[in-house]
């Protein structure tokens, strides 16, 4: 949404917890930036709500999606335990974003469940994106209860389904993130310092205009130039 003000695009932002929004706004204050518009409430509801009216399109989709059950799941935070024991617990912490969660029984929250909320919410934004235009969806993989899950591969499944082609993707590495040993002497088990985003196009059908292609040239031109 800042970066929306950045490049002289109005956005609009969907997001279920109101602690997010609230960051938002205090940003926007510290930053001197004018809001954007953001809805809150479950992504399903809201955009299919907005695509009832069948002239209201978007240039662009972003989607920072949750990882699945990533932001609930116990962090080892430099413990460690075999094999079948229970986590050690002494410096063993949820992850930070626990309290964004607002219902408890999403820490319970099935891949399958994931993939149904993943499903419909991009299969609202279908409807809504322009045609030529983009999604990019950012994604992690995660390693939980002893194995590796490609949830990026699962992202790319169930957009292509829906009928969004998959462009590329660029790999994001937090330079930040430290690594840690998992697993030692028992079994090898990565740390993950990278998220992917997932880059989509929805294509168009017909092609375009001489016109349309000088409309979109000059239109580039004049965002440049502003830049
Ligand atoms: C990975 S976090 C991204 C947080 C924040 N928007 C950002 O960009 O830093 C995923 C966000 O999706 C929100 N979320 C989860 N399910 C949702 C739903 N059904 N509708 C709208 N937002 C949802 C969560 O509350 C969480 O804030």
Not at 55 to 70: A, E, G, R
Not at 111 to 123: M, Y
Request: charged residues 30%; proline residues 3%; aromatic residues 12%.
């Amino acid at each position: 949404m800042l970066a929306c003000n950045l490049s002289n695009r109005n956005g609009i932002g969907v997001e279920i917890n109101q602690e997010w929004i609230d960051i938002y706004h205090k940003i926007c204050k510290i930053e001197s930036v004018q809001p954007q518009r953001i809805i809150k409430g479950d992504s399903r509801e809201i955009l299919h709500n907005l695509s009832e009216d069948p002239s209201f399109k978007v240039d662009f989709i972003l989607t920072d999606v949750p990882f699945w059950k990533m932001d609930t799941i116990e962090k080892s935070k430099g413990t460690y335990k075999k094999v079948g024991e229970e986590s050690k617990g002494v410096y063993s912490d949820k992850s930070k974003l626990t309290r964004f969660i607002p219902n408890s029984q999403d820490s319970q929250q099935k891949k399958h469940d994931w993939e149904l909320l993943i499903k419909k919410t991009f299969s609202e934004c279908f409807k809504l994106l322009k045609p030529g235009r983009y999604c990019a969806v950012f994604i992690g993989n995660m390693y939980t209860e002893g194995r590796y899950h490609l949830l990026n591969a699962d992202i790319a499944r169930i957009l292509s389904q829906i009928g969004y082609i998959l462009k590329g993707e660029i790999i994001w590495y937090d330079v930040n993130k430290k690594l840690h040993l998992y697993g030692i002497n028992y079994s090898w088990i990565p740390s993950i310092v990278h998220q992917f985003i997932m880059v989509f196009r929805k294509e168009r059908i017909e092609k375009l205009t001489q016109e349309e292609k000088d409309k979109i040239k000059a239109k580039n031109f004049q965002m440049t130039e502003k830049g």
